[in-house]
T-cell receptor
Framework: GQQVMQIPQYQHVQEGEDFTTYCNSS?????IQWYKQRPGGHPVFLIQ?????EVKKQKRLTFQFGEAKKNSSLHITATQTTDVGTYFC?????????FGGGTRLMVKP | EAGVTQFPSHSVIEKGQTVTLRCDPI?????LYWYRRVMGKEIKFLLH????????ESGMPNNRFLAERTGGTYSTLKVQPAELEDSGVYFC??????????FGPGTRLTVT
């Protein structure tokens, strides 16, 4: 079945540094969603991208969907300790979410 | 508005025992989903209810897992008999449309 690969698996950054996580698929994605899970918490929906080349911003977070709709990225500018958590990408087909493995972000104050 | 709730938050059982997980979706959400994250792996879809009907149960690992949603409100997921590889975090989610799913806090199941 469809697999969404996410890299890196872990990332340690110093507070104030930037952070990027990438999702890749061997086949065309119909859409891409991004979720954040705080330590000990549950996935919380951040955004959905649908169009080829789409870019959306939420404050310090920038989400991109590749031109070929086979990859996506989430970039955080000037990380803060509140950004700590695991970021998941996922494709939704029908009502079923297929998640990437997640990138765990750790921020050193 | 209350979010998705799950009970229990943690469960530790021995191999061969039975465990029942409960999920209460957001009021008015017809769609209810079960997902599971086994240690070190990605979150995987188990099944989807629309009201009381199973819409898609393609992710259920085997017949030791039984999900129900009688009356179209809360749902239960029973594992009988539990095996070691069933350990993980079981998430429930609900939605009104397919666009955005709201996840519950999860139940951490440990099978020893």
């Amino acid at each position: 079945g469809q697999q969404v690969m996410q890299i890196p698996q872990y990332q340690h950054v110093q507070e104030g540094e930037d952070f990027t996580t990438y999702c890749n698929s061997s086949t065309t994605l119909s859409n891409i969603q991004w979720y954040k899970q705080r330590p000990g918490g549950h996935p919380v929906f951040l955004i959905q991208l649908v169009k080829s080349g789409e870019v959306k911003k939420q404050k310090r977070l920038t989400f991109q969907f590749g031109e070929a709709k086979k990859n996506s990225s989430l970039h955080i500018t000037a990380t803060q300790t509140t950004d700590v958590g695991t970021y998941f990408c996922a494709e939704i087909v029908g009502n079923m979410l297929t998640f990437g493995g997640g990138t765990r972000l750790m921020v050193k104050p | 508005e209350a979010g998705v709730t799950q009970f229990p938050s943690h469960s530790v059982i021995e191999k061969g025992q039975t465990v029942t997980l409960r999920c209460d979706p957001i009021s008015g959400h017809d769609n209810l989903y079960w997902y599971r994250r086994v240690m070190g792996k990605e979150i995987k879809f188990l099944l989807h209810f629309v009201k009381e009907s199973k819409q898609d149960e393609s992710g259920m690992p085997n017949n030791r897992f039984l999900a129900e949603r009688t009356g179209g409100t809360y749902s239960t997921l029973k594992v009988q008999p539990a095996e070691l590889e069933d350990s993980g975090v079981y998430f429930c989610a609900s939605s009104q449309s397919s666009y955005e799913q709201y996840f519950g806090p999860g139940t951490r199941l440990t099978v020893t």
